[in-house]
């Protein structure tokens, strides 16, 4: 029982950031847009939180460390809206190819946060890792007295304030894209942007606001995995490929926000599986960190054969739109 507890409190740490990537990238996929660079906007995210908690802790004599997790949390949400913002710029107003610029944007944001990564570690005066140790606390902080509870509050209630964040925000989207007309007007976008614009609708304001308001969600992911998942440390590369698990979960969660919750905890236990089996050896254990992959692709079969409507991206999505040839 103990054993099966530490894994399902594993498999959510796992899989909460690999939640917020999914979010971001379901709303920008939602406006038609295909954005290949949530990877990249993750590393920028988490960068920018803790740079901005870094220096925060260094010009103070007692930081506080509520006002670190504020500034983190603005420094990393605005950093990784001004990714997306460049992304808008180059695909829908110049008219770039989504998948290269979204590559693009990966590989930057990539070289971005372990180049600053570095950068600090050396005004920390030390090689490789920095750490903010009071700012990473607070984003740890479990809920009091709910978290004390036996077995359900070490399941449930033993996380930080990120992890709650990501569930109601997941809750949040699907409501507005179901029951809202803003969120309706959003579909029809990604849809067919020609009917929605024939019908009134601005379809570059929404394709803007969805790829930076998806860029920011996908970036609180990445200050989600340095603050809360590794206790406010820098490590380069130290993501590893959760940025691709986020867009494979996209695809696995059937472009629904609330199936992307159980969905990052299943990812989150397939992504950690190895190492509740005894006896496996290095070149297995980098098998068993495909079956999330698998799984995405299990799934994609399977829908297409389905081919319901709902189970299928948005019909518009990585395509064009050029309101002068509608």
């Known amino acids: 029982m103990g054993v099966l507890i530490i894994f399902l409190q594993k498999a959510i740490t796992q899989g909460i950031g690999i939640l917020y990537g ?14 290949l660079g949530i990877p990249g906007v993750m590393y920028m995210g988490g960068i920018a939180g803790l740079t901005g908690a870094f220096f925060y802790e260094k010009s103070v004599e007692n930081p506080s460390g509520l006002v670190g997790m504020v500034i983190a949390f603005a420094c990393a949400f605005l950093c990784a809206v001004l990714g997306g913002l460049i992304y808008s710029v180059l695909t829908i107003s110049l008219r770039a190819n989504q998948n290269v610029t979204g590559l693009a944007l990966t590989t930057f944001g990539v ?4 180049f600053f990564g570095g950068s600090l570690s050396k005004l920390a005066g030390g090689v490789g890792q920095i750490s903010v140790a009071t700012t990473g606390n607070a984003f740890k902080t479990p809920i009091p007295g709910l978290s004390s509870i036996p077995v359900i509050g070490d399941v449930l209630f033993s996380y930080g304030f990120l992890t709650y964040l990501s569930i109601a925000l997941a809750v949040i989207l699907s409501f507005f894209l179901n029951k809202t007309r ?7 976008v990604g849809e067919n942007p020609g009917t929605a614009d024939a019908a009134g609708i601005n379809v570059t304001r929404y394709k803007y606001l969805a790829t930076c308001l998806g860029c920011g969600i996908a ?4 200050l989600y995995f340095v603050m809360e998942y590794s206790g406010g440390t820098w490590t380069n590369n130290g993501f590893g490929d959760r940025g691709w698990l986020a867009i494979a979960l996209v695809i696995f969660a059937l472009w629904k926000p609330v199936n992307a919750i159980w969905g990052s905890i299943l990812f989150g236990g397939l992504y950690i599986l190895y190492l509740y089996i005894p006896g496996l050896g290095r070149s297995m254990q980098e098998i068993f960190k495909m079956l999330p992959y698998l799984v995405t692709i299990i799934v994609l079969i399977f829908t297409s054969f389905r081919k319901k409507r709902e189970y299928q991206p948005p019909e518009s999505l990585g395509l064009p739109y050029f309101r002068e040839e509608r």
């Open 219 to 222: 970036g609180l992911g990445g």
């Open 182 to 188: 803003r969120g309706l007007n959003l579909r029809a």
């Open 22 to 35: 999914a979010l971001g990238e379901i709303i920008t996929e939602k406006s038609g847009n295909l954005n």
């Open 111 to 114: 070289g971005f946060g372990n």
